[in-house]
């Protein structure tokens, strides 16, 4: 099974700030890599796909980039509304494997 | 507007057995292999299985084969996890998931359930 990495497990940051997270893969998914939301106590929401395509509704602050192994998700400016945590998603084979997940507190 | 509802999580014991649920609405069930996905209380997201659209392919996570089944009806637009011996280490909540794509088994999931938790304990 391929296995995702993500960095760091919980940050703390302030309105307005730049948020990166990072997520590596155990080998090469080429972009085969999704981006969650859940929000506390709420049901994972899709930001991301194929790395850096941003779901439709989503806000332009969200973005990802990277591809083979190295992928990340930053928050251009961070909001009250964006504490949650974030998991990435390998979709590239059998089985999907998702991070650990990171908690991004403001 | 696709809809997803989960149903059947309880309190059981180790070792029994217990059906879970999902109900679709808004979209073509029978055009998607469709996911169950779960979460241990204060953990991560979790693969569990997925089955193809027709219903004919069916992958397990190593955690859970061999005890849970996966299986649908078209008919009745739902799809359902059976899971049996159970262990406290299956204590989470239980999600289905629809994947964005009908054609592909793996893919990445647009829709969520709510959830039903299903409890382990003696």
């Given at each position: 099974d391929i296995q995702m990495t993500q960095s760091p497990s919980s940050l703390s940051a302030s309105v307005g700030d730049r948020v990166t997270i990072t997520c590596r893969a155990?080998?090469?998914?080429?972009?085969y890599l999704a981006w969650y939301q859940q929000r506390p106590g709420k049901v994972p929401k899709l930001l991301i796909y194929a790395a850096s395509a941003l779901h439709s509704g989503v806000p332009s602050r969200f973005s990802g980039s990277g591809s083979g192994t190295d992928f990340i998700l930053t928050i251009s400016s961070l909001q009250p509304e964006d504490l949650a945590t974030y998991y990435c998603q390998n979709y590239n084979t059998a089985p999907p494997t998702f991070g650990q997940g990171t908690k991004v507190e403001i | 507007q696709v809809q997803l509802v989960e149903s059947g999580g309880d309190v059981v014991q180790p070792g029994r057995s217990l059906r879970l649920s999902c109900a679709a609405f808004g979209f073509t069930f029978s055009s998607y292999g469709m996911h169950w996905v779960r979460q241990a209380p204060g953990k991560g997201l979790e693969w569990v299985a997925v089955i193809s659209y027709d219903g004919r392919s069916e992958y397990y996570a190593a955690s859970v084969k061999g005890r849970f089944t996966i299986s649908r009806d078209n008919s009745k637009n739902t799809l359902y996890l059976q899971m049996n011996s159970l262990r406290g280490d299956d204590t989470a909540v239980y999600y289905c998931a629809k994947p964005y794509r009908g054609g592909a088994l793996i893919y990445y999931y647009d829709s969520w359930g709510q959830g039903t938790l299903v409890t382990v304990s003696s």
């Open positions: 155990s080998q090469d998914i080429s972009n | -």
